[in-house]
T-cell receptor
């Protein structure tokens, strides 16, 4: 299994602004998943993007994937206070029975 | 609601106690997981069960004993824990364990404090 590395470690923006966080990984993937965790709670699955996809949308979320650069980005548009959370990426390799391995995430704070 | 429930939500226990954490999923998934999240550390995978069979034990001390009686239920039995075992314990489930079937749904977690 491989661990994604999120960047930046922390991000603070004003409510209404867009937030962008990045994920880098090392080896080829089958898919890459983004999760959100509110403080002290379980993780919530946000988006899964397959290796043959370049962009995917879900509401105010937009995920891009560049397999040549082994990187992904998560864009949250028109941020809200409720978006304050930690965000994690989990790259899933092409091998079977892949474990999700989480990094330390990006801590996003939305300032009202 | 993710379809994965965990009980209890909070647990305080002494080092000599025996307790169990319970996880139940209502999603018809075949795989279930236990994770540990300590303060300021990445999420650590502890155990994986697929079709009730344990497929992963990530070098977890024997004072943690998992049990998976069926694909919908997962337990974590705790015995003679140490204060450093205090953490948030998260359960997750997924349809399978490979490729896009590995999209995981997490429960709310059990906050464990060992005195």
């Amino acid at each position: 299994s491989q661990q994604g590395e999120e960047d930046p470690q922390a991000l603070s923006i004003q409510e209404g602004e867009n937030a962008t966080m990045n994920c880098s990984y090392k080896t080829s993937i089958n898919n890459l998943q983004w999760y959100r965790q509110n403080s002290g709670r379980g993780l919530v699955h946000l988006i899964l993007i397959r290796s043959n996809e370049r962009e995917k949308h879900s509401g105010r979320l937009r995920v891009t994937l560049d397999t040549s650069k082994k990187s992904s980005s998560l864009l949250i548009t028109a941020s809200r206070a409720a978006d304050t959370a930690s965000y994690f990426c989990a790259p899933i390799s092409n091998f079977g029975n892949e474990k999700l391995t989480f990094g330390t995430g990006t801590r996003l704070t939305i300032i009202p | 609601e993710t379809g994965v429930t965990q009980t209890p939500r909070h647990l305080v226990m002494g080092m000599t106690n025996k307790k169990s954490l319970k996880c139940e999923q209502h999603l018809g998934h075949n795989a279930m997981y236990w994770y540990k999240q300590s303060a300021k550390k990445p999420l650590e995978l502890m155990f994986v069960y697929n079709f009730k069979e344990q497929t992963e034990n990530n070098s977890v001390p024997s004072r943690f004993s998992p049990e998976c009686p069926n694909s919908s239920h997962l337990f974590l039995h705790l015995h003679t824990l140490q204060p450093e075992d205090s953490a948030l314990y998260l359960c997750a489930s997924s349809q399978g364990t490979s490729g896009t079937y590995n999209e995981q749904f997490f429960g709310p977690g059990t906050r464990l404090t060992v005195l």
